[in-house]
Structures are given as structure tokens and as C-alpha cells.
Nanobody, 116 residues
Framework: QVQLVESGGGLVQAGGSLRLSCVASRISLSISTMGWYRQAPGKQRELVAA???????NYGNFVKGRFTISRGNAKNTVDLQMNSLKPEDTAVYYC??????????WGQGTQVTVSS
């Protein structure tokens, strides 16, 4: 019913930047929240950032001002600008969308690797 397609992952040196993008197949105001989570090997999936349809953003505890989440006007896209990347940011990053009446959807994930 809903597909989330992520892009922008890759390999970057410590201190570098990446921009992740996610597009939901459905353009609708029913998408209340979109965001990014990450999962490193051996760890639980954790919140990176999420943004509501009204533009209110929440960030994970380890972002510390380095990342910025934004959402398109159509409310079916979300981007994550990641600056000053650290090796500990290495993880698979998953797009997430919370859709009224449909539930929560996840993308397949995009790998982010930060070398030291």
C-alpha cells in the first residue's frame, strides 16, 4: 500500500557530510510523521530524527546539532542532512512514516559508513 524509497547513503570520511532522502509512494496529508532511524550492528534501532506534518522536529540524543531533518511541501518526502559525521554514525538508516489509519511503514534501509 505504501512504499518508502531511501537514497543518499554511502561511504564518507569522518567530518564529512551526507544527505539522505526518502520518498513515500503516497502523497497525502494522512502521513502525520516521517523520520529516520538507524541500526548499527549488534544494536537496537534508534531514533535519529523525526518531523511532523506541521514541521516540528525531534532529534535523537546523539545528534547534538549535527543533523537537520526537513520535509517537502507535499509531505511525502523527508530529507536528513548529516554533517560532521563520526565513525559511530555508521549504521543502516531507515526511513519511517506514520500514516493515519494505515499504521507505521519502514523503508528497506540505506547504508551509511563513516571511516576514521
Amino acid at each position: 500500500q505504501v512504499q518508502l524509497v531511501e537514497s543518499g547513503g554511502g561511504l564518507v570520511q569522518a567530518g564529512g557530510s551526507l544527505r539522505l532522502s526518502c520518498v513515500a509512494s503516497r502523497i497525502s496529508l494522512s502521513i502525520s510523521t516521517m523520520g529516520w532511524y538507524r541500526q548499527a550492528p549488534g544494536k537496537q534501532r534508534e531514533l535519529v530524527a523525526a518531523i511532523s506534518s506541521g514541521g516540528i522536529a525531534n532529534y535523537g540524543n546523539f545528534v547534538k546539532g549535527r543533523f537537520t531533518i526537513s520535509r517537502g511541501n507535499a509531505k511525502n518526502t523527508v530529507d536528513l542532512q548529516m554533517n560532521s559525521l563520526k565513525p559511530e554514525d555508521t549504521a543502516v538508516y531507515y526511513c519511517n512514516a506514520q500514516i493515519s489509519t494505515l499504521g507505521i511503514y519502514w523503508g528497506q534501509g540505506t547504508q551509511v559508513t563513516v571511516s576514521s
